[in-house]
């Protein structure tokens, strides 16, 4: 079946810095990838739309200088979290779907954590 | 404007008794319709879609378009069915999903 990796699971990083978290998909390709965010007892919201080969999408509120999107590839989609802040510490959530295929498969969550 | 309403954060049942949760949505097209769960530490995984219309884990949902409810019921709750549940929707196209705020189902022995 469909996999979505989703990496780091879990990173701590000091205000000011920048942290990458990767999305792959690895038996399929993707040709749209979703961000969302989930804070704590909330549900998921979505941040940005991303497609290969083309900007991302951004929802209304979302810094797109801050949470950088990059979809270079149909297995490989990136966000950066520029100049971390403590309010950005959150989970983070990829998920994908393929040409036609019904439904979304989600990476495994990134817990990030912003001191 | 698409929206999710699952009104029940938590719901505790018995094992053996009858659940129901419930999922209310807003959309002017035709929807399709989806409950995910998440178990303790694990990701969401697709529980089952309105399209499909299986059952899965013994779980069945029913699109009711009159009533904008996909309600998910299990006839006999169990202990492993404890996780959080997730009702989504999704307009036309490749579009994202958007989730409701999730009931936590907690099974008692």
């Known amino acids: 079946g469909a996999v979505v990796s989703q990496h780091p699971s879990r990173v701590i990083c000091k205000s000011g810095t920048s942290v990458k978290i990767e999305c792959r998909s690895l038996?399929?390709?993707?040709?749209?990838m979703f961000w969302y965010r989930q804070f704590p007892k909330q549900s998921l919201m979505l941040m940005a739309t991303?497609?290969?080969?083309?900007?991302?999408?951004?929802e209304q509120g979302v810094e797109k200088d801050k949470f950088l999107i990059n979809h270079a590839s149909l297995t490989l989609s990136t966000l950066t979290v520029t100049s971390a802040h403590p309010e950005d510490s959150s989970f983070y959530i990829c998920?994908?779907?393929?040409?036609?295929?019904?439904?979304?498969?989600f990476g495994s969550g990134t817990r990030l954590t912003v001191v | 404007a698409q929206r999710v309403t699952q009104p029940e954060k938590l719901l505790s049942v018995f094992k053996g008794a009858p659940v129901e949760l419930k999922c209310n949505y807003s959309?002017?097209?035709?929807?399709?319709l989806f409950w995910y769960v998440q178990y303790s530490r694990q990701r969401l995984q697709l529980l089952l879609r309105?399209?499909s219309r299986e059952s899965i884990k013994g779980f069945t949902a029913d699109l009711n378009k009159g009533e904008t409810s996909f309600h998910l019921k299990k006839p006999f709750a169990q202990e492993e069915d404890s996780a959080m549940y997730y009702c989504?929707?999704?307009?036309?196209?490749?579009?994202?999903?958007?989730f409701g705020k999730g009931t936590r189902l907690s099974v008692i022995a």
């Open positions: 959309y002017s097209g035709s929807p399709e």
């Open positions: 998920s994908a779907s393929r040409e036609g295929a019904q439904g979304y498969t």
């Open positions: 989504a929707l999704r307009g036309s196209g490749n579009t994202p999903l958007v």
């Open positions: 038996d399929f390709q993707a040709t749209t």
């Open positions: 309105h399209i």
């Open positions: 991303s497609n290969e080969g083309s900007k991302a999408t951004y």
